[in-house]
Nanobody
């Protein structure tokens, strides 16, 4: 499985970006997918996740209401629509095919990773 992210860039605070992650896998629909972020001073942490079966979603508290995760199984693609961006959203964003998804405790562990796409929000 290969994951390729795109859509990152430089945006002013309050702006929007849409990240995309294209997966080269025949059984994309069975994978729970997630987006994680990483900064130079923090470990990689989950931002959002979407299940492969019933498309339930999870959002980190810091992004809830501003970010929407979605997927198009026909296109083997997962998206992250990011609105009302803040400077603190600046990070390297990774797409992942999740290896473990606990939808009750909201714990997600990435298994297969893309190369990451940089999001920079200027104030």
């Amino acid at each position: 499985v290969k994951l390729v992210e795109s859509g990152g860039g430089l945006v002013q605070a309050g702006g929007s970006l849409r990240l995309s992650c294209a997966a080269s896998v025949r059984t994309f629909s069975i994978y729970d997918m997630g987006w994680f972020l990483q900064t130079p001073w923090n470990e990689r942490e989950s931002v959002a996740a979407i299940s492969g079966t019933d498309r339930r979603t999870y959002y980190a508290v810091s992004v809830k209401g501003r970010i929407t995760i979605s997927r198009d199984n026909a296109k083997n693609t997962v998206y992250l629509q990011m609105n009302s961006l803040k400077p603190e959203d600046t990070a390297l964003y990774y797409c992942t095919a999740l290896g473990s998804s606990d939808w009750y405790s909201n714990r997600f562990i990435g298994h297969l990773w893309g190369q990451g796409t940089q999001v920079t929000v200027s104030s």
